[in-house]
């Protein structure tokens, strides 16, 4: 019986108040002088589990005074860091009747448990310092177990499993994936959706000796488990694994006003597969991307290697990591397309190495490329060099500066891009995502003479984007472009307001964006309206 009616039902108290305060006072005195004999040689003494298990009391005023349960003490031991640990023996109702259980149980009533001392001090040092007394009995048995469930939270998963062997993002219909030795975790809106276990490579059969004949006897019956994770799409191959997707974007697109009949169109704008897994190890993986619309048909092929902490490196032809938008695949962005500075100073598909470290304050990105973009030979003897810091000081708010260092040959009809230097920012707060970045452009080119001309262009948008719904958001851009920094009035204006309508989370998505165009000196009626289909899987 709780405490508090125990005080309620004997008022009789509230008429004596100096007795009940002299019974306080000996009851203190006595515990001081006899309590550690008492508790030391026969009882345990352990505060209330979390774990609400309540064995048989044999005195409720007892049990309420003390707010926890005696066990009968067996011994005790000190782990390395010093928490003392009490083998101990209890009564525990089983369908079979009331039998005593031998368990171990911290004196700070941290966890009991029927686990080895080892075990118990590794689980003890996770939780501590963890707000674990909120967490539901079961969500705690489950953890200290190394197990986890659907709906489990991102600390939870560290609790039971551990650090990642690495993190996973921008996989099709997957918000974050954790990958483990053993098993593929994967979460969206920081809660575990799904766990996929990672079978062992299955290797050629091989005939194996005749046995002599035994009676073969049913298999026990397996009792299916309480929940069950819905396994995530893959492949298993002879030497690792083998994950799908897809991209296709369809387009309804037309000149705002029209000035003719036929300015609206549909058009297929993009129909891509991707390929992506290891090869038996989580170490390597492989990533590949494939457009079936037009040419190239191959866009990307890179292997990435993990063999050092938290840093990927990447090794092929694919996107660097250059402005916020241009690694993202095209199923993940906010708009029906790229901001304006993205697509005039975009790096695109490049051939060479990169490597990105993330932490969790800073993440480091380093790369070595040919140069031209969407070349699949190396036309340039000097490289172009690529860094990036990405700082995370709070959370919700990421800050990156970057530098392109381009030595392009120079030609004397063509322009080359070469130096390109930009500053973004990302911020999340409740349903409200705002993304910022200014991008300046350097390039030059020989003229008849022999003399070298330069330009100099900068670019930028804001970009906001609104939950209504959890399966609708408002987007709002705009965006800057200069070309020539050298000349005034040739500026140019994009406002783009949308909407993206989920109709399938994360799958089916249609979008509206209409485009409004401002250029100088001369405005162009070229605003248009774009509806677009997408569904990526």
């Known amino acids: 019986m709780p405490a508090k009616q125990m005080i309620a039902r004997k008022r009789v108290w509230c008429f004596y108040p100096r007795v009940s305060l002299y019974l306080l006072l000996w009851l203190t005195v006595f515990f001081l002088c006899f309590g550690g004999v008492l508790f030391s040689d026969t009882l345990v003494f352990v505060k209330e589990t979390v774990l609400r298990q309540s064995p048989t009391i044999e005195s409720e005023e007892i049990a309420m005074a003390a707010r926890g349960s005696f066990y009968q003490l067996i011994d005790e031991t000190e782990d390395e860091v010093g928490t003392l640990w009490y083998r101990v023996t209890y009564p525990q109702t089983t369908p079979e009747g009331i039998v005593e259980v031998e368990a171990y149980c911290s004196g700070e009533g941290l966890i009991r448990s029927n686990k080895s001392i080892e075990w118990l001090q590794k689980y003890t040092l996770r939780l501590k310092d963890k707000n674990w007394t909120d967490w539901e009995v079961e969500v705690l048995e489950r953890v200290l177990q190394g197990k986890i469930a659907v709906g489990f939270t991102a600390a939870q998963v560290l609790l039971a499993l551990g650090e990642p062997l690495r993190l ?53 019956e397996v009792k299916p488990p309480e929940e069950k994770l819905l396994p995530a799409p893959i492949i298993r191959t002879r030497y690792g694994s083998l994950t799908l997707g897809g991209i296709i974007q369809f387009w309804g697109w037309g000149k705002l006003p029209p000035a003719e009949e036929t300015d609206f169109e549909f058009t297929l704008n993009r129909a891509r597969l991707l390929f992506w897994g290891d090869i038996g190890t989580s170490k390597i993986g492989y990533f590949l991307r494939f457009e079936g619309r037009g040419s190239p048909f191959l866009l990307d092929a890179k292997l990435r290697l993990f063999y050092i902490p938290k840093t990927e490196i990447a090794i092929g032809r694919f996107l660097p990591d250059f402005s916020l938008y241009m690694p993202l695949l095209v199923s993940e962005l906010d708009t029906v397309d790229y901001p304006l500075v993205v697509q005039r100073y975009g790096m695109w598909h490049q051939l060479g190495i990169q490597s990105s470290t993330t932490t ?24 172009d060099y690529l860094f990036k810091v990405n700082l995370k000081p709070v959370r919700g708010l990421q800050v990156a500066l970057y530098r392109w260092v381009g030595n392009p040959l120079l030609s004397s009809d063509t322009w080359n891009f070469a130096n390109r230097d930009g500053i973004n920012l990302q911020l999340s707060v409740s349903r409200l995502t705002v993304k910022a970045e200014l991008i300046r452009g350097f390039r030059e080119k020989l003229d008849t003479e022999g003399e070298v001309l330069s330009v100099e262009g900068v670019g930028g948008y804001a970009n906001v984007v609104c939950q209504l719904h959890e399966r609708a958001e408002a987007v709002f851009r705009y965006d800057y472009f200069d070309p020539n920094r050298a000349f005034s009035d040739n500026e140019n204006y994009w406002i783009t307001p949308g909407l993206n309508l989920h109709l ?6 249609v979008s509206v964006n209409y485009v409004m165009k401002r250029e100088k000196p001369i405005e162009i009626n070229n605003d248009l309206l774009i509806v677009q289909l997408q569904i990526s899987f």
């Open 360 to 383: 969790s304050f800073v993440d480091f990105t380093m790369g070595l490329f040919n140069g031209p973009p969407n070349s699949f030979k190396d036309e340039n003897n000097q490289k």
């Open 168 to 220: 996973e993002k921008g996989i099709p219909g997957i918000e974050e994936q954790w990958i483990y030795e053993l098993s593929y975790v994967n979460f969206e809106d920081g809660l575990v959706t799904s766990q996929t276990l990672r079978q062992p490579v299955t290797l050629p059969e091989v005939e194996a000796p005749p046995k002599e004949e035994v009676e073969e006897k049913p298999p026990p």
């Open 504 to 509: 399938h989370p994360e799958v089916a998505v």
